[in-house]
């Protein structure tokens, strides 16, 4: 069986945290091409921070992780620190990552990734706020047909949102 190939698209807290470890523990199944990070449960800076310690402590510290939109488009940006704590990680004491940070945009990354590879063999995987998603879309409405799926995390069929009674944070 080939790995599926996979993007994600996060904003790590705690439970973007268990995603990516439970991908990178999965290389038979799930070839994660990068990581792109997006401002959510906490500011840009701090998710692609936490990204990166995450590669490291999963012993993956050759992953790319790049950084993204650090605002959504049409709103100011809410963060859920009353979840995660102020650093999105809070809890076990976490050594900052020495891995640096990918060159370039994650926007960008998506766009030449999803162009790079066959149509339809490259499945999206967005833990938080669609803005890269989105925005990567408006930019380049040509990757559209080259995506696989996207299987995503949000929102609550039959309980409501957690936020208010139709939205997810």
């Known amino acids: 069986m080939t790995p599926r190939k996979i993007i994600i ?14 991908a990178l523990a999965s290389p038979e199944e799930i070839d994660v091409l990068g990581i792109t990070c997006v401002a959510g449960n906490v500011p840009l800076e701090l998710t692609s921070k936490n990204a990166r310690i995450i590669c490291e402590l999963a012993g993956f510290p050759d992953v790319k992780v790049y950084a993204g939109c650090d605002r959504p488009l049409g709103r100011a940006l809410v963060t859920a620190e009353h979840v995660h704590g102020k650093t999105g990680l809070d809890g076990p004491d976490l050594p900052d990552p020495t891995m640096p940070l990918a060159d370039g945009h ?12 066959a149509p339809g063999s490259v499945t999206l995987c967005p ?9 990567a879309l408006r930019k380049a409405p040509d990757i559209t047909n080259r995506i696989a799926e996207i299987v995503l995390m949000g929102g609550g069929y039959f309980e409501g949102g957690n936020i208010t009674p139709t939205a997810e944070f």
């Open 9 to 22: 698209d996060t904003a790590p807290g705690q439970d973007d945290a268990v995603a990516i470890l439970l």
């Open 106 to 117: 994650a926007v960008d990354f998506i766009i030449d990734t999803l162009r790079d590879h």
């Open 127 to 135: 833990l938080g706020p669609l803005t890269n998603i989105a925005t």
